[in-house]
């Protein structure tokens, strides 16, 4: 069977990875139906190499595709999403609105997708690092039973889409930003903000990291505390993250857990300086871990550090994945 596939947003910068993995990872596309604004509705994107005209999302709903992948924010997926569920049509949501909401399931393929099942109509596609971060966890998790994490991220600009980089650009050519991303300027900068602040004084990524990882590793009263950074880096997020598990542990065993479990690629050499930058993982899928250390002072305490492409793993690809595995195991 071949299937129609949607993408909202797809002239965005999610949206154009999104196109651009479906044709990487050889989904049974018959159709594919771009969809963006009004404003771009009637331009084209290219799609194994023919040129397909963008739709408007209503019409996208008449056309009643197999599956619908969203990334095209919070609000429209709020007005939309439902409506293409009541439709029949599968919704992978890339936007917050649907994370938090018990019934909707939020997935990384390689840790819960074995919780879909056909009723599911809306799937939530997690934020970009949580993905990583629950990705180089997860696997020592089921070995040495996960109990506290520590995380300091270090966010790239195209996390904010064109309007980060746009701006770290204009800044670095000494260009003027009409509607700049950010408060302060990112260039030769680090703001430690991702988001409104809420009561308690953090920021909206932050409390993602809490209530997201909770929910993907099933680990409702896990500790997280997180710090979030936007660092003048174009696109790849950064994360220092401090684990402690149950269980003592060897490094020698955490090496080869992490090498063999899929979608983690080991760079944890740092005598011959190699370890995980953004540099050199934009561009790919993999979830990139090195600089492996024990503790020093904190009982089976693990500190690594992890790279992503936030557009690729951390939001395109990912909601790729769950469309090939709904494919494959014929839940739409």
Known sequence: MRYTI???????????QIIKVLEELNLPVEQLIPVASSRSAG??????????????????????PHIAI??????LSKDYAQKFASAGITVIDNSSAWRNEQDIPLVVPE??????????KIIANPNCSTIQMVVALYPLHRAFQLKRVWISTYQSVSGSGMKGIEQMNN???GK????????????LNVIPQGGAFDENGYSEEEMKLVHESRKILSISDLK??????????KGGHSEAI???????FDIRNVRDILSLHRGIQLQDNPYNNLYPMPLFAEGKDDVFVGRLRKDLFSKNTLNMWVVTDNLRKGAATNAVQIAQYLIANKLV
């Open 242 to 248: 401090t684990a402690e598990f149950g269980k003592d």
């Open 6 to 16: 949607a993408v909202v947003g797809a002239t965005g910068l999610v949206g154009r």
């Open 171 to 173: 800044e670095r050519e």
């Open 43 to 64: 331009k084209k994107v290219l799609f194994r190499g023919r040129e397909v005209s963008v739709k408007k999302v209503t019409e996208a709903l008449k056309a009643k």
């Open 70 to 75: 969203f990334s095209a924010g919070a609000r």
């Open 176 to 187: 003027h930003t009409t509607a700049a991303a950010y408060p302060y300027q990112i260039d």
């Open 224 to 233: 997280v505390t997180a710090t979030v950074a936007r660092v003048p880096v």
């Open 111 to 120: 840790i819960n997708a074995h919780m879909l099942n056909k009723e599911h």
